[in-house]
């Protein structure tokens, strides 16, 4: 089933799972899709995952930041609030764009995925 195109036209092509863009006014990559399933707002998102200092400065400069969560192979946009930012982190953080202001300095390393090796004897 498909999007009927006036949906697509109302909401610019922006859903639930976020997809990469560019920044309408700057032309920067931005991560892009709605931060909630209900009463949501179109969130525009750096793809850069920041480290706690780096949302520490994006909250002190008004910037909001969400989690890049992972359900069913789709990524999606969720707005950290308080409690979040306070507790342990299990999905890589990203901050609200803001043209011209990157947190790239505050970058965190994502974790390296486990590689699976085929042993050279065959198991049986």
């Known amino acids: 089933m498909s ?20 920044c309408p006014r700057c032309g920067a990559p931005v991560l892009s899709g709605l931060d909630d399933d209900i009463a949501a707002r179109t969130a ?11 949302e520490a400065l994006a909250v002190l400069t008004g910037r909001g930041t969400f989690d890049l969560a ?6 999606q946009l969720w707005r950290r609030d308080q409690w979040h930012i306070a507790g342990k982190r299990k999905w ?10 990157s947190l790239a300095e505050h970058a965190e390393p ?10 050279a004897e065959p198991p049986f």
């Open 110 to 119: 994502l974790p390296a995925r486990a590689r699976h090796v085929i042993p």
């Open 44 to 54: 525009r998102a750096d793809p850069t995952p920041i480290d706690r200092m780096g």
């Open 92 to 101: 890589p953080v990203l901050a609200e764009h803001r043209c011209g202001a």
């Open 70 to 75: 992972t359900f069913d192979g789709k990524r």
């Open 3 to 22: 999007i009927p195109a006036w949906l697509v036209r109302r909401h610019g092509g922006v859903f639930r799972t976020a997809s990469l863009g560019r």
